[in-house]
């Protein structure tokens, strides 16, 4: 036996069993729902229902799934939920003797119906509540090959009480039975998508809770708010409640409102952390736009011609650059043209520069005046957004004469210009100081991801935290002239922080959140 609960290796499984027959393919899931037995899809709002329904309660059905990535690989992971979960296991590995929890076994693994061995797995039994769900669950590490795969689901899809699971209902299932919140649920499905190391970052901690904590404690200072005015509209008129609980009341409100405001204020990093920093590489035509997309992503995503205007359409790629995410846009060089189609390349490229978040402007070394002021007129002819960041990229570096001249020895480095280096696409000389000048700004616009509260990163939580904000302006409004219409606005406060939390009203905002997830979470 093996102490753990992470996938061993292939090799630590054993060969496989003798091959049995040929097993045909599982069936591919219905898009939309899953069908009837009528043959019709099921409503989304009735899958929904019958997944809270049969999770909620302590009996209910045994869902299960494939939990690593589909596709061929050295060992799938293949989990199972629910009250049948130990059943499953006893009958598939042939014994009533399970594991001892959350220890991994060696264990030939058969046909319910014919008794074939199907393969030679690692097996690990999670008896609820200490499980990710809560419930029973059991685990089997098999060989990652498709026959074996299909076969080990289509052997628990025959047994009773089993169904497969939909999207995401295993984390449905944990956040039904208290294992974790909503934000927490959010944070899983980010860490799931993480592309990036900041990424990654932001989204474990608030998979640990550390922005469920925030909000919880949010909820507990206007809890004790609201019990403190409540005991002064009860007991004020026997003297019993002093004048001072007013005065704690209004102070602990204000403070609040306070801290949740620069929370509101802030959230744009953790947006931007979550999706990607929207930039786009902006410029007059035939100046190396193209080129600089294909030298950062290392690829030919564009095509480079030396006839001006041959970028029409917008070219999207996304790249990691110091551990943040970028959505890079290559886009129409900047001028006025009598061409219909290079016409709107210039207008979408005027498109995403007014929506962009960061600008990449990009001149010609060997055509720009050295001189501050002649590359701030440059720079203003291509007309970005005001306040939006930029990096200005002067590119042909390897056209200037000599040593460049005042380009080369810093004189663009002077105020009011933006972040300025010299860069050759074509040898790549430059390429280290513009990735440095890029990680640097992503980390000003992102934020360090473990440092500070954690930020905001759903517009769900922005919209709920904006209406918190809102019920303790009126509070404040309505607390010198009714303390009762007061005590209401604290208590509409309170509910809007369940919300995010989902200890008020979930279920409206469950489908949303869980339908992203892949079958097997």
Not at 104 to 117: K, N, Q
Not at 232 to 254: H, P, T
Not at 277 to 299: D, E, H, M, T, Y
């Amino acid at each position: 036996m093996v102490r753990g609960s992470a996938a061993a290796g292939a090799g630590a499984l054993g060969p496989p069993g003798p091959p049995g027959p040929p097993v045909p393919p599982p069936v591919p899931p219905v898009p939309g729902g899953r069908r009837d037995k009528g043959g019709g899809a099921e409503p989304e709002s009735s899958r929904w229902a019958r997944c809270l329904s049969s999770s909620a309660g302590v009996g209910g059905d045994t869902i299960f799934a494939l939990s690593s990535a589909p596709g061929r690989c050295g060992v799938a992971v293949i989990r199972a939920s629910g009250p049948g979960s130990r059943g499953a296991l006893q009958t598939l590995t042939g014994t009533p003797k399970l594991p001892p929890p959350r220890v991994l076994a060696l264990r030939r693994i058969r046909d319910p119906d014919t008794a074939e061995t199907l393969d030679r797995g690692l097996v690990v039994w999670f008896p609820g509540p200490r499980s990710f769900t809560g419930e029973d669950c059991a685990e089997l590490h098999v060989h990652g090959g498709p026959a074996v795969v299909s076969g080990v689901l289509r052997a628990l899809g025959r047994l009773p009480g089993l169904r497969p699971a939909d999207p995401g209902e295993f984390t449905l299932r944990a956040f039904r039975r208290g294992k974790l919140d909503l934000t927490a649920a959010e944070g899983l499905g980010d860490l799931i998508r993480a592309e990036t190391e900041a990424q990654r970052r932001q989204a474990l901690r608030q998979m640990e809770g550390e922005l469920g904590q925030l909000y919880q404690r949010w909820s507990d200072t206007l809890t004790q708010a609201l019990a403190h005015l409540e005991a002064y509209i009860d007991f004020s008129e026997d003297d019993n409640v002093e004048e001072e609980v007013l005065s704690r009341v209004d102070g602990a409100v204000r403070a609040l409102e306070r801290e949740i405001g620069a929370h509101l204020r802030d959230g744009r990093r953790g947006e931007l952390l979550r999706g990607g920093v929207r930039a786009v590489i902006a410029g007059p035509p035939n100046v190396g736009k193209s080129s600089l997309l294909n030298l950062l992503c290392q690829r030919p995503a564009a095509i480079v011609s030396p006839v001006a205007g041959t970028t029409r359409d917008v070219v999207e790629v996304a790249l990691d650059i110091g551990g943040y995410p970028l959505v890079l846009s290559d886009t129409a060089g900047l001028r006025e043209t009598t061409d219909l189609v290079e016409r709107e390349g210039v207008a979408r490229a005027r498109d995403r520069l007014c929506q962009a978040d960061l600008v990449l402007a990009v001149l010609d070394a060997s055509a720009v005046p050295p001189e501050p002021a002649g590359l701030g007129a440059a720079l203003g002819a291509l007309q970005a957004p005001p306040g939006t960041p930029c990096v200005l990229v002067l590119n042909k570096a390897d056209l200037l004469r000599g040593d460049g001249g005042p380009l080369r020895h810093g004189c663009a480095q002077r105020p009011p210009l933006p972040p300025t280096t010299l860069l050759s696409c074509k040898t790549g000389e430059g390429l280290d100081r513009l990735l440095e000048l890029l990680a640097r700004e992503l980390a000003r616009l992102c934020g360090d991801p473990l440092c500070g509260s954690p930020s905001l990163t759903q517009s769900r939580h922005s919209r709920h935290l904006g209406g918190c904000a809102a019920a303790l302006a009126r509070f404040g409004r309505e607390r010198p002239r009714d303390l009762a219409l007061a005590a209401e606005q604290l208590r509409l406060a309170r509910r809007e922080l369940g919300r995010i939390t989902g200890h008020v009203g979930a279920e409206d905002v469950l489908d949303i959140i869980f339908r992203d997830f892949c079958v097997g979470k």
